[in-house]
């Protein structure tokens, strides 16, 4: 059976900076090639992605993602119902989230003693765990909570009503739910697989580690027996020329959303936004580790997005010889997108992956090598295509299907 998967590798290079530091502070790197790279986490690059949905998508497509759920629910609850709010919206909200996930919803031991010793009111009720529930699960719960609020055990009792709670936590997913996934420990039946694989990004060269020493000056310190910097200390550092990889089953996204369409949107339009705001948000995000200190804003070099039919397929192995910067000339982009169209071609060709469409964004001439490995496009027209060929491929499997 055909699938459809959407490919994204992204040449990106990076100045000094820290983007992922490690418990040390020292910059994040992996061996590879049997050499030292710099290297970005993928958790870090999903967290840059997902703060990127806020700008991209609405927040109604969104999750959010605490230990302090019951409070979100409260808060909703209290806006939809004025007359329930304080500890009575708080007590509505754990008890619906308790029968909604199998979770435990509880004040903190530590955080209780704590309060009782200084003579505070009690903290709020937490999960043991980070929850993840999309914005409409979020004010589904709290609807459902004012429906029982008269006496919300014995409404919770009711197995219609447990399965109604239930049902609004298992459906209407958000946007990143569906990429990213869900992991809920005391209830496996509601985790999500993830749409989205996001690989660790790494330097296609070799790199050390460098190390910034710095002073600060205190600015009311006039007298001269105390001259000198108020403050010293180091920073780590490195730059890199860095490969980047994501895949997006789009089946799967299509199965993680479906129960979150609208009927008044077109079948395809939900998976078609997320498709948009992953790619858009994947290519030009950054995380923001030590970003006021370096100022590293930069945007890729080179951008290949490839729709596949059969699995997703890495390009990473171009870099596993590393990168040589060519004798007085310095860089490595030039010599990673020879390295990177050579892989590609000799790839493709032996395993007889020719009919899989392409999109290439390119900027610079050290890029050039690559517009040989697809149709040239700009953000803008990148988004477009790729999100249109999606569509099509999904009224086609629909066609498909009702033939069958």
């Not at 710099?38 to 609405?58: G, I, M, N, Y």
């Not at 937490?126 to 929850?131: P, V």
Request: aromatic content about 4%.
């Amino acid at each position: 059976m055909s699938r459809t998967i959407i490919d994204v590798h992204v040449l990106q290079t990076v100045p000094p900076s820290n983007l992922n530091r490690d418990d040390t502070g020292t910059p994040k790197s992996a061996v590879y090639g049997g050499v030292r790279r710099a290297r970005v986490s993928s958790q870090a690059w999903k967290r840059a992605t997902r703060e990127a949905f806020k700008s991209l998508l609405d927040p109604a497509d969104l999750g959010l993602r605490s230990r302090r759920m019951a409070e979100l629910v409260a808060e909703r609850i209290t806006a939809l119902d004025a007359s329930l709010h304080g500890d009575a919206a708080l007590a509505l909200a754990a008890e619906t989230l308790r029968a909604a996930t199998g979770s435990k919803i509880e004040v903190p031991r530590r955080k209780a003693e704590s309060a009782k010793k200084k003579g505070e009111p009690e903290p709020p009720p937490e999960a043991s765990y980070l929850m993840f529930l999309s914005a409409r699960q979020i004010d589904g719960l709290a609807r459902l909570a004012i429906e029982g609020a008269d006496d919300i055990k014995a409404y919770l009792k009711s197995k219609e009503n447990k399965d109604r709670a239930r049902g609004i936590a298992d459906s209407r997913h958000s946007v990143d739910i569906a990429l990213f996934g869900r992991m809920v420990a005391d209830s496996t039946d509601f985790n999500v697989d993830a749409a989205a694989q996001v690989a660790h990004a790494i330097s296609v060269h070799q790199v050390e580690n460098e190390s910034d020493y710095f002073t600060a000056v205190d600015d009311k310190n006039e007298r001269e027996e105390e001259s000198g910097a108020g403050m010293i200390g180091t920073v780590d550092f490195n730059s890199a020329t860095l490969y980047r990889y994501a895949a997006l089953d789009v089946d799967r996204l299509r199965d993680n959303l479906g129960v979150g369409r609208r009927p008044d949107q077109p079948l395809d339009e939900p998976v078609r936004r997320a498709v948009r705001a992953f790619i858009e948000g994947f290519v030009a995000s950054m995380p923001t580790g030590k970003i006021n200190t370096f100022g590293n804003h930069t945007l890729p070099e080179a951008v290949i997005v490839t729709l596949r039919s059969a699995r997703p397929v890495s390009f990473v192995a171009a870099f596993e010889e590393p990168v040589l910067a060519p004798q007085g000339s310095g860089g490595h982009l030039r010599g990673a997108c020879a390295q990177l169209l050579a892989h590609v071609s000799d790839i493709e060709k032996a395993y007889e992956v020719t009919d899989d469409p392409s999109w290439v964004l390119r900027a610079g001439a050290a890029t050039e090598p690559l517009a040989a490995l697809g149709t040239a496009v700009t953000i803008g027209g990148l988004l477009d295509e790729v999100s249109d060929a999606v569509a099509a491929r999904s009224a086609s499997s629909v066609r498909q299907d009702s033939r069958a």
